[in-house]
């Protein structure tokens, strides 16, 4: 049970500040060590959640800008690819209305 996972971690912890820790944050809360345990590893998990929640979040924002970069840039070759078409249009016309005038 995770109670008994957390006893035996208790115990296998070899750091005597944690344990120390453990059991005054036990002896404030009035729940037991392996409870306080439970806890602290609970708001862990809920704030790596979040964390990651975060990161996914951050990520998808810019995925997404950079598609609208890559939008805008398309567009923008779009539109210039347009204007030299048109230019060559233009140039093409004057040069038949040369002719004709010659």
Do not use: C, N, P, W
Not at 58 to 82: G, T, V, Y
């Amino acid at each position: 049970s995770a109670e008994e996972q957390s006893k035996l971690f208790i115990e296998k912890a070899g750091d005597d500040r944690f344990r120390m820790m453990l059991l005054f944050l036990a002896g404030v809360t009035g729940l037991q060590d392996t409870q306080v345990y439970q806890q602290i590893l609970l708001k862990s998990y809920h704030q790596l959640q979040e964390e990651i929640l975060q990161g996914e979040q951050q990520e998808e924002l810019k995925q997404k800008e950079e598609q609208q970069a890559l939008k805008q840039q398309e567009q923008q070759q779009e539109l210039e690819h347009k204007e030299q078409q048109l230019q060559q249009l233009r140039e093409h016309h004057q040069h038949q209305l040369q002719q004709l005038r010659e």
